[in-house]
């Protein structure tokens, strides 16, 4: 039955179709772009079913072979199946189906061509995909997950996909200046956050370079593009896929590729003396992070537990590090790092960052905050210097580094620990993994801050041109503690997992500067109450 719904243009499609044993009303409605299915016994639980077409992966006859016996007792059953996000627990997204069937052949297509028209008007979702997947990431099962859990759900949302193994490290960075990146919607990168910091690099590089900007003028406006990246997480740590979708899970992330979700992200740019070193989205960290990273790399024939093993080993030889921060503190509109409210799905903070920037493009007023604002400066000896662009939530630390960070703020959370005892950094250590404020020590100070500058003592001391090169390494016992073994070197940059080898760093965040496949950290999204 098709009935015209207040004389607008596309009537509501209403009909009775079997579903299992039953008959259901099942309804489309175009207007709001929903599909629904009732029991029309209302004395039977549960006989509500609402799927918002933006929800919807595929629709697809039915193969009259592939069904059970109670179809072979039909003269000629014609059925159609809806394949259409199911939210579970924990942020984790599944693919459901429903299979409707009918004996009226017409009414069958009349259904598929509805379904279908309206999936044509979802016009976010990627039809082209390029895919990398290192093989050697995490606990290397990359291609496999590819293949089993993501590439069949591709295929059923009729994405069609280049897909490249990548054979060395900077393979997929460097294939992305080769490839005409512009005739895919997405890049897809499979692995941990070192592989996804390969594919931004590539893009991003690939973008300023065909738009003639020099990465290594720290001044210059990069240049933004609306070819969205996904994370199929298959790493390590996968940081930024927990912290922009809420799991680290291959099937959620593949189903928000395909239903076209897009979450802007802040990029920071990292330089010394004009040379271009390298931007970061999630963790820019020196000292403890970095430390680990470095033990680590050495040990990736642990697998993921290397991270463990050297997090401890660092732990205990407890460096502290001396050197100057600089910073210049981000507009207080933007919020706290000790606020209470977090990034979320649709987040107010960052939507008023994209309209602040998109009036500073159209009326080109970027102006020189350096001259109008107070940079800080702090001096010290530090045993964490932490700069995040998002909340770092990961497994080992679900609420993350800095829980009230976001995504797409044009802004970066800078977290000072100085030098403390054992136990303190300890404690410090522990309250990343419960309710526990972090932030609430002396010994930590935590700030929201638009551009940053860190230069290690050794090269203050040794005249801002390093002659010599040995010297960048060198080491001395601490005079503090004599006993303790703790030495006074230099550090490493942990930069989202990939090392960093820098004695100053200048750090400047671009507000929004790419698109993820993803649409932030979704608020009661296992409500069952909507959704069925
Ligand atoms: C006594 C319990 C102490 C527990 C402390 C837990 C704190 C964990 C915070 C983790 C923040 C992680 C920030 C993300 C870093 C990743 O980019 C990086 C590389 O990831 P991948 O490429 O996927 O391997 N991972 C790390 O640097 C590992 C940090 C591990 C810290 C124990
Ligand atoms: N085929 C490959 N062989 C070796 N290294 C690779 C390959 N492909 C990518 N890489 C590099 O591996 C590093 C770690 O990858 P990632 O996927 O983040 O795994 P993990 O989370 O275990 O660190 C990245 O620096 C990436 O550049
Ligand atoms: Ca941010």
């Known amino acids: 039955m098709e009935e015209p719904v207040g004389g607008r243009r596309r009537p509501r499609l209403v009909s009775s179709l079997a579903l299992g044993q039953r008959a259901w009303e099942v309804t489309l409605e175009w207007e709001r772009g929903l599909l629904s299915w009732r029991d029309p016994q209302p004395r039977r639980r549960g006989g509500n079913c609402f799927v918002p077409a933006s929800e919807i992966i595929a629709v697809e006859e039915t193969d009259k072979k592939c069904t059970s016996g109670k179809w072979e007792k039909m003269a000629k059953p014609h059925a159609f199946t809806v394949y259409y996000v199911k939210r579970a627990q924990k942020h984790r997204w599944r693919c459901r189906e429903v299979t409707f069937w009918c004996i009226d052949e017409q009414l069958c297509n009349q259904w598929i061509q509805a379904l279908k028209e309206l999936l044509e008007l979802q016009k976010s979702r990627p039809k082209q995909l390029l895919v990398y997947i290192n093989p050697y990431g995490g606990k290397r099962q990359g291609k496999r997950i590819y293949e089993q859990k993501v590439a069949p759900l ?21 294939n992305l200046f080769e490839v005409n990146v512009y005739k895919y919607d997405g890049i897809v990168c ?59 899970d291959p099937v959620t992330s593949a189903l928000h590729i395909i239903l076209g979700d897009s979450q802007p992200l802040d990029v920071s740019s990292i330089h010394h003396n004009n040379a271009f070193l390298k931007y970061t989205v999630s963790l820019l960290g020196y000292g403890f992070y970095g430390d680990i990273l470095k033990d680590s790399e050495k040990k990736r024939w642990m697998g993921t537990i290397r991270y463990d093993f050297s997090g401890f080993k660092t732990f205990l030889s ?105 136990f303190s950094f300890l404690r410090y250590l522990v309250r990343h993994t419960n309710q526990d404020d972090q932030f609430d020590f002396t010994f930590v100070e935590v700030y929201r801050v638009k551009k940053f500058q860190f230069t290690s003592k050794h090269l203050e001391d040794n005249d801002s041109d390093v002659k010599d090169i040995g010297k960048r390494h060198f080491s001395q016992f601490c005079s503090d503690h004599p006993t303790c073994c703790c030495t006074l070197s230099n550090s490493i940059w942990n930069c989202d997992g990939e090392t960093l080898d820098s004695l100053a760093v200048e750090v400047r965040v671009h507000c929004q500067l790419i698109k993820l496949f993803a649409r932030g950290i979704e608020e009661n999204s296992n409500d069952e109450a909507i959704y069925c």
């Open 154 to 174: 591709f295929s059923l949302a009729s994405i069609s996909t280049d897909v490249v193994i990548t054979e060395h490290a900077n393979h997929a960075k460097d």
């Open 318 to 422: 407890h460096h502290y590090y001396e050197g100057t921060v600089s910073f210049l503190p981000a507009k207080p509109t933007l919020g706290s790092p000790r606020d209470k409210n977090r990034c979320r799905t649709g987040c107010y903070i960052c939507s008023h960052s994209k309209q602040q920037l998109e009036e500073q493009q159209n009326y080109g007023s970027e102006h020189n905050e350096d001259e109008e604002e107070d940079w800080k400066v702090i001096k010290g000896k530090f045993l964490a210097i932490n700069a995040v662009n998002m909340s770092c939530a990961c497994p080992r630390s679900p609420k993350g580094l800095s829980p009230a960070a976001h995504l797409a703020d044009g802004s970066i959370d800078l977290i000072i620990v100085r030098k403390c005892s054992r």
């Open 190 to 248: 499979v692995g941990g956050d070192g592989m996804f910091s390969e594919v931004m690099h590539g893009l991003i590089g690939r973008i300023q370079k065909d738009s003639g900007i020099d990465q290594n003028n720290p001044k210059a406006p990069l240049v933004q593009n609306n070819i969205r990246i996904g994370i199929i997480p298959a790493g390590s740590t996968d940081c930024i896929c927990y912290a922009t979708v809420g799991v680290a």
